[in-house]
């Protein structure tokens, strides 16, 4: 027998394990079928910064009504919930002007539960000393009505990890929560499929399009996660105004755009559309939960 037909007799056994190995995967996966079910629906929403300028209030409230339509079973707020309570000129009224239009708002949709992240621009740190009531953290995380600057909560199967992402150095966790976080993941039963939300992304590709704004400890955060492959699933968060989705190690991080989009206003010269910053229009994210620890993230931009 020459090369080429020793070659050819080669090829065509191995085809013909090929075959006969894909034919048996997908009889078995014929005869086992396995279709997985979704447990829960979540508007994403993030960067909201309030204000009373440009009409946001009554867009808020256009945006409410799209969200409505999704029948979601409740909202994750990714912080900046407020404009800007965070430079140093803004003032006590200032502060409690934008707080009380959110609070207005919330009532409107208060049938939904909501759970919600510190923002960058959510803290005064302007108060004449820091023990005034409303200096710092602790006031933020009363506005918000959540639990502590950082918390978890079960439902239909799924964890939820809810970081402070605003320590010293921006867009990282402070050794308190770090300790928390570590206990947190170790303590869930194997496999328990775990979303976490942040404000500033922990792993995300736009951040290299606005000049920085991810966490700076993300390769702390990415051995973490490795370590309980099996319960984390998904990381996401707002900051950046922009959209990307990256996948590293199995875990999804999404990174999704601001509700407010240019901060209600209408752009730049590097905004693609009215609205937009840069190439990503204002909107929000509708996350579809899964039995089997899977997610899908879908953005829908909407037009102001």
Request: proline share 4%; hydrophobic share 35%; aromatic share 12%.
């Amino acid at each position: 027998m020459n090369r080429r037909d020793l070659l050819k007799n080669i090829g065509l056994t191995a085809g013909t394990v090929a075959l006969s190995a894909v034919g048996a995967v997908t009889t078995e996966a014929a005869a086992k079928p396995f279709k997985k079910k979704q447990v829960l629906r979540i508007a994403h929403i993030t960067d909201i910064h309030m204000r009373p300028e440009l009409d946001a209030p009554n867009r808020f409230r256009k945006c409410l009504e799209l969200i409505r339509k999704h029948k979601v079973d409740f909202f994750l707020n990714g912080g900046d919930t407020i404009y800007a309570a965070d430079y140093g000129n803004i003032t006590r009224e200032r502060v409690n002007e934008q707080w009380n239009i959110w609070h207005e708002l919330r009532k409107e949709f208060n049938k939904y539960e909501m759970y919600s992240c510190l923002g960058n621009h959510d803290m005064w740190w302007a108060a004449p000393d820091k023990n005034d009531a409303m200096y710092g953290k602790d006031y933020v995380v009363q506005q918000l009505n959540i639990p502590h600057r950082y918390y978890s909560f079960d439902k239909k199967g799924w964890h939820f990890v809810v970081l402070d992402s605003n320590n010293k150095n921006a867009g990282s966790l402070d050794d308190e929560q770090r300790d928390w976080l570590e206990k947190d993941l170790a303590a869930l039963p194997a496999g328990t499929p775990t979303l976490l939300m942040s404000h500033y992304p922990l792993l995300a590709a736009c951040c290299y399009m606005d000049g920085g704004g991810m966490h700076t400890d993300y390769k702390y955060l990415v051995n973490l996660f490795y370590k309980h492959k099996e319960k984390v699933k998904t990381c996401i968060s707002g900051h950046i105004h922009l959209l990307d989705n990256v996948v590293y190690n199995n875990v999804q991080y999404c990174c999704n755009g601001a509700l407010s989009g240019f901060w209600w206003e209408d752009g730049d010269k590097n905004s693609a559309g009215k609205g937009y910053c840069q190439q990503t229009p204002p909107g929000y994210a509708i996350i579809d939960l899964f039995d089997d620890g899977t997610m899908h993230n879908a953005y829908h931009p909407h037009s102001f």
